[in-house]
C-alpha cells in the first residue's frame, strides 16, 4: 500500500489481530450482533430483495438523517459505510490534503493511491489538534472526531478554526455516537464534510451502512461516478432504523453506559502500572507498554485480542489500542496485565 514510509501498512484494521475463539479487544464495535428489534426490520424488508432498491427507499433513509441532524435531505448521502466515503473524496480533486495523525488511515489510503499529495499534520503526545500545523496551501483538511486510535475527542471550536477559503475539512464522526450528547459533533452544521458510521453501535459491520453530511454540491462531486444502485436495501433500511428517535435515544443510553464502562476500565488499566495515553472519550483506549510486540503475542497466546499500534502513523509498537468492554468480559484482560 503506498504510504509515506516504507514498511507501513495503512490498510490493517482491528479485525486482522482477530480470529475465532478469542476474546476480542481488537474490533471496535460494541454490540456482538444488532439489537432484535433491528433484526427484526432488517429481517421484514427481505421480501423486497428481488427488486432493485428504490428511489422511495433512499429517500426515506436520507429524510430520518436529515431529520436526526436537523439537516436537508439534500444533504444527505447514504454510504455503503463510512468507508465507501473516504474512498471517494479523490472525486473533489484536492491540490493538496492535509490528514491529521494519528488517525483513522482509510482516508489518506484512498487519496495517496489516487496521487493526490498528502500532507502529514502530527500531533504531539496529548494529540489535541494544534491548527496552526496545517499547511496554509492545503485544500483539504482530514480529521478524526473522537479520533481513532487515540480516543480523544477535539473541541468542534477548535476544529472550526480550520476553515479557510477554499477549503474543506473532512470530520470522521464514526463513534461520535458513543459520546453522550455528542457535544462537539459537526453534523448539524454546513461548512464540513462529516461521515458517520451505523456499524460500531448498532453490530451492522458486516452490512456497511452509513452516510455522510454536507453541502448538496459537494455531495454531488463526491459521488458523481458511483455505480447504479450504489446502495442496498437492507443498507437504506438500516440508515432509516438507526437514525430513529428511539434508536438515537437507545444510542443515547449505550453511550452513557460506554462511558461508565470505559471510566472503571481506564482505572483498573491505571492501577495496574499501565500508561493509558491522552484522556479517552471513545468507546476504546489507546495504551503504551514497553516491549508492546511481545504483549501482544502474549495475549494472543492467552486468545486475547488486541490492536497493535504501530500501524497507525505516530504510534509504535508499545502502542496498543483496546476496545472498552462491560467489567465481565476486561477482567481476563486485566488479569494478564496483573500478573
Same mark, same amino acid.
Given at each position: ?9 495503512l ?27 433491528l433484526?427484526?426490520?432488517?429481517a ?22 436529515a431529520?436526526?441532524?436537523g439537516r ?21 480533486r ?12 482509510e ?10 499529495p ?13 491548527p ?8 483539504m ?28 475539512? #473532512? *470530520?470522521? !464522526?464514526?463513534?461520535m ?8 459533533s459537526? $453534523?448539524?452544521?454546513?461548512? +464540513? %464534510? ?11 459491520a458486516?452490512?456497511?451502512?452509513g ?6 454540491r ?5 459521488a458523481?461516478?458511483r ?18 428517535p ?29 500508561? #493509558? *495515553?491522552? !484522556? ?8 503504551r507498554?514497553?516491549?508492546g $510486540?511481545?504483549v501482544r503475542? +502474549? %495475549? ?11 500501524t ?5 509498537a508499545?502502542?496498543i ?14 488479569k494478564?496485565?496483573t500478573?
Amino acid at each position: 500500500m503506498t504510504s509515506e514510509n516504507p514498511g507501513e501498512n495503512l490498510s490493517h484494521h482491528g479485525d486482522r489481530d482477530m480470529a475465532p475463539g478469542m476474546v476480542d479487544f481488537a474490533v471496535n464495535v460494541w454490540l456482538p450482533a444488532p439489537p432484535r428489534w433491528l433484526r427484526d426490520r432488517l429481517a421484514a424488508a427481505l421480501d423486497r430483495l428481488a427488486a432493485y432498491p428504490s428511489a422511495e427507499d433512499d429517500r426515506m433513509a436520507r429524510e430520518a438523517v436529515a431529520r436526526r441532524h436537523g439537516r436537508s435531505p439534500d444533504e444527505v448521502l447514504v454510504l455503503n459505510g463510512s468507508a465507501e466515503g473516504f474512498a471517494l473524496l479523490p472525486n473533489l480533486r484536492p491540490r493538496l490534503a492535509a490528514v491529521v495523525h494519528p488517525s483513522f488511515t482509510e482516508p489518506e489510503v484512498a487519496l495517496r493511491t489516487a496521487g493526490v499529495p498528502v500532507h502529514r499534520v502530527m500531533l504531539d503526545g496529548d494529540y489535541v489538534l494544534r491548527p496552526e500545523r496545517v499547511p496554509a496551501e492545503a485544500d483539504m483538511v482530514v480529521i478524526g472526531n473522537p479520533t481513532n486510535p487515540t480516543s480523544v475527542t477535539h473541541p468542534a471550536a477548535l476544529i472550526r478554526q480550520l476553515a479557510a477559503p477554499g477549503r474543506l475539512i #473532512v *470530520v470522521d !464522526e464514526a463513534f461520535m455516537d458513543a459520546i453522550p450528547g455528542e457535544p462537539e459533533s459537526l $453534523a448539524g452544521e454546513p461548512g +464540513a %464534510l462529516v461521515f458517520r458510521s451505523l456499524t460500531k453501535t448498532w453490530g451492522l459491520a458486516g452490512l456497511r451502512a452509513g452516510y455522510v453530511l454536507g453541502d448538496p454540491r459537494t455531495l454531488a462531486r463526491l459521488a458523481f461516478d458511483r455505480p447504479q444502485w450504489p446502495v442496498g436495501t437492507l443498507v437504506l433500511e438500516a440508515v432509516a432504523a438507526c437514525c430513529s428517535p428511539g434508536a438515537v435515544a437507545e444510542a443515547e443510553a449505550e453511550a452513557r453506559a460506554i462511558t461508565g464502562y470505559r471510566e472503571t476500565f481506564v482505572t483498573a488499566l491505571r492501577d495496574a502500572g499501565i500508561e #493509558v *495515553v491522552a !484522556e479517552p472519550t471513545a468507546p476504546f483506549v489507546l495504551i503504551r507498554v514497553d516491549g508492546g $510486540a511481545a504483549v501482544r503475542e +502474549a %495475549l494472543r497466546a492467552k486468545k486475547i485480542a488486541v490492536r497493535r499500534g504501530e500501524t497507525f502513523p505516530g504510534l509504535t509498537a508499545d502502542h496498543i489500542r483496546l476496545a472498552v468492554r462491560p467489567p465481565a468480559q476486561t477482567a481476563p484482560l486485566l488479569k494478564e496485565f496483573t500478573t
